[in-house]
């Protein structure tokens, strides 16, 4: 898997066919990556950036194992622990109000899709926080 770089470059601006399959897997350069998990691990990414914090115990061990096994989606168990990390923002932001806090501080940041994560909490009545 390529380093998380959250700002736009021009490398970002490209043709996005064929880089998803039906079966919900991300075929860019030879990676064969869960789109769910790739949320969830830019999840973490993301919240170190804004946070400016390392993460430690427990996030630790799911973003250990969900790039070991990347091709898997994520444990039900794994996206509920996000999802509550986030909720304890000092500011009681959502993942998606951090991110346009964010560009509104004038950072030129990719675009995020969290959908299957917040779908898969809405599914079992869990707010969401991304």
């Known amino acids: 898997m390529k380093p998380f770089d959250p700002i736009k470059g021009l490398r970002d ?3 996005k066919d064929g880089l ?11 990676n064969n990556i869960n789109i769910a998990t790739k949320q969830l691990i830019d999840t973490v ?3 170190m950036v804004f946070w400016d914090k390392v993460p430690y115990g427990k996030l630790v ?3 250990e194992k969900r790039n070991k096994y990347s091709y898997r989606e994520p444990f039900n168990n794994e996206i509920e622990y996000v999802n509550n990390v986030i909720s304890y923002d000092y500011k009681g ?4 109000e951090m991110i346009k806090e964010f560009r509104q501080k004038g950072y030129d940041i990719k675009d995020f899709d969290f959908s299957l994560l917040s ?3 809405a599914s079992r009545s869990v707010k969401s926080y991304f």
């Open 13 to 15: 601006i490209k043709n």
């Open 20 to 30: 998803e399959t039906s079966d919900g897997n991300d075929k860019r350069a030879g």
């Open 45 to 47: 990414n993301l919240l």
């Open 61 to 63: 061990h799911i973003m």
């Open 93 to 96: 932001r959502t993942l998606t």
């Open 119 to 121: 779908d898969n909490l």
